[in-house]
């Protein structure tokens, strides 16, 4: 039943006289109108000519059967007024929109709160474990300046979170491979979050590289490849794309030793400074397929054996055991090379964040870790600081 009472001169209300409401089984046209009328809305009420507008002229008629549905499954009162003799609905009240709301599968107000609440919350902690351009893009996230739609703040954090880690593993690679370490497929990351991206953060700076990697080498060595001999004495370091690397045939002049180096400062030092028979070969970030797989050719071409020197911290002292691995994939025996304790104290001490304590939980449970690494790590557990190898190397 519907019960009619009298607001005012030629003013009435209509209100649902029953219980609980109920929700009957909504046509495909029904349903994507009242989604349309009901949307994100939070109000108690909402005036009839916006609904009809929402609705559009050539759907008005549904719109006002909608409305007399609506109010006799008594979800909503409606307020109307006498206009030329005939009663005309300008107010609509919903009398559960939550339980409507939820009843088409849409968000309510508490659930879009508790949304952006736990949203915050991973904002500040990602404000909290980053630094530097990635800090600064997740605290704009977080003040929400400029305002923005929820979704779009959620898919934004999602990808700056995936940076933070991409710097934080010291990972490297091309476009793609951030796409796929930050979503599921190289396509996810669409043209318009990667422009959001690249005009806050110097991307290629940050290890996300718009170009096919590169292989940095230095030696005295001579590289064979199908089309030709490259001789790497000529110049005090040389950069070959790493799909080109891979396809090394031999080696004339074999080195006596490689040395891996992390930082690229510290790489270009230790190449102009190198020894007769030294090949050093720039560690450029967390190594990649590409970067490996050049790695692994030349070490196969001309086995000899590797030092390593990265950052003295715990994504350094992980990298340092993949390409250790990698030496020992290859036949080849390895060890750190400038590491040890003493190196450290020529170091700032920097703090360490939770991807550090992460990594050193990781690091804690691998059996393969060498006693010289191990002492390392000690070290920046005693600490409770990493340092980096330029300062040193």
């Avoid at 006289?17 to 349309?36: I, N, Q, S």
């Avoid at 300008?90 to 339980?99: E, M, N, Q």
């Avoid at 669409?190 to 290890?207: H, I, M, N, Q, V």
């Amino acid at each position: 039943m519907i019960r009619i009472t009298a607001t005012g001169a030629d003013r009435r209300a209509r209100v649902p006289d029953r219980g609980a409401p109920m929700l009957w089984a909504l046509t495909a046209a029904e349903r994507e109108l009242l989604v349309k009328w009901v949307g994100t809305g939070t109000g108690d009420s909402r005036r009839v000519a916006a609904l009809r507008k929402l609705a559009g002229a050539a759907r008005l008629d549904a719109a006002e059967r909608l409305l007399e549905r609506l109010l006799l499954a008594g979800w909503i009162a409606v307020d109307e007024r006498r206009e030329n003799g005939f009663w005309v609905p300008y107010t609509l009240r919903w009398l559960d929109l939550p339980a409507l709301q939820t009843a088409l599968g849409l968000p309510t107000r508490a659930d879009r709160d508790a949304a952006r609440e736990t949203l915050d919350a991973r904002l500040a902690a990602l404000v909290e474990s980053s630094d530097g351009d990635v800090q600064a893009a997740a605290r704009e996230l977080l003040v929400q300046q400029p305002p923005m739609h929820h979704a779009v703040r959620h898919q934004r954090t999602e990808l700056v979170e995936a940076l933070n880690a991409w710097v934080q593993e010291k990972r490297r690679g091309m476009r793609q491979d951030f796409a796929i370490f930050a979503r599921p497929h190289s396509k996810a990351v669409t043209e318009s979050e990667w422009k959001w991206l690249a005009d806050r953060l110097p991307l290629e700076e940050l290890g996300v590289e718009r170009f096919a990697p590169v292989f940095w080498v230095s030696g005295d060595c001579c590289l064979q490849f199908p089309e030709g001999n490259m001789q790497l004495s000529a110049v005090p370091f040389l950069g070959i794309p790493a799909s080109a690397a891979q396809q090394l045939q031999a080696v004339v002049d074999r080195p006596s030793s490689y040395w891996f180096i992390e930082n690229r400062a510290s790489f270009e030092r230790q190449a102009s400074r190198r020894t007769p028979g030294t090949c050093v070969i720039f560690i450029a970030g967390r190594p990649t397929h590409a970067w490996s797989a050049a790695v692994d050719r030349v070490l196969r071409c001309a086995p000899a054996v590797v030092y390593v020197s990265a950052d003295a911290d715990p994504a350094g002292l992980e990298i340092a055991l993949t390409v250790g691995a990698l030496a020992q994939a290859a036949g080849c025996a390895w060890e750190v090379r400038a590491m040890d304790l003493a190196s450290l104290e020529l170091g700032k001490p920097l703090d360490l964040n939770t991807y550090d304590l992460a990594a050193i939980a990781r690091l804690r449970a691998r059996s393969d870790v060498p006693a010289a690494l191990l002492q390392t790590l000690e070290r920046i557990e005693e600490r409770g600081a990493k340092y980096e190898q330029e300062a040193w190397l």
